[in-house]
């Protein structure tokens, strides 16, 4: 009889301190800044998403303005290499902007080379990039007239470019 006392009123001892309405106050000041934290960097992430998106939105617009403005569409590409196998785009240079240099030919090289290899739809190991004085020659293949416009915009879009000579080919299947 004594053991079964014993048992039972140490049976209600056990339960009552598993009592989850008893957590400390320190545990639930901490659970509490886990879980703000945890909100907080949701949405800052979320919003950092956001903000990438409408920069790369952003960013394509431009480029796509650009094809139209230098006149870089399919339709042209296809004339200029009709009439002689080049395109060739020239860039207003804004005033006060320095027109090359010796030591600019290689950054400019080194910039458009890194944004080829950024693109998807260019190969860097098909283009050859030289550049003399801001004056930048592409010498390769692409897979369409459409990527001959892309890499001249690249290219015409490079800090210390005036001017693109495309000699790029479309490679045959």
């Given at each position: ?76 590409i296809k004339a200029d290499l009709q009439k002689g196998g080049r395109v060739v785009r020239d860039k207003t240079v804004a005033a006060g902007e320095k027109v090359g240099g010796a030591v600019d030919n290689a950054r400019i090289v080194t910039v458009i080379n890194a944004k080829y290899v950024a693109d ?54």
């Open positions: 009889m004594k053991i079964i006392l014993i048992s039972t009123a140490l049976l209600g001892l056990l339960s009552a301190g598993c009592n989850k309405n008893d957590t400390p106050p320190v545990v639930q000041k901490t659970e509490n800044a886990v879980s703000n934290a945890y909100d907080k960097t949701k949405d800052a992430v979320g919003n950092a998403a956001e903000k990438t998106k409408d920069v790369a939105i952003d960013a394509k617009n431009a480029v796509a303005d650009k094809f139209t403005e230098w006149k870089l569409t399919p339709s042209d998807s739809d260019l190969s860097a190991w098909k283009i050859n990039v030289d550049a003399d004085s801001g004056v930048v020659t592409l010498n390769g293949t692409v897979k369409s007239e459409d990527f001959i416009g892309k890499a001249i915009v690249l290219a015409l879009d490079t800090d210390g470019v005036h001017q693109v000579v495309s000699l790029l080919k479309v490679e045959t299947k």
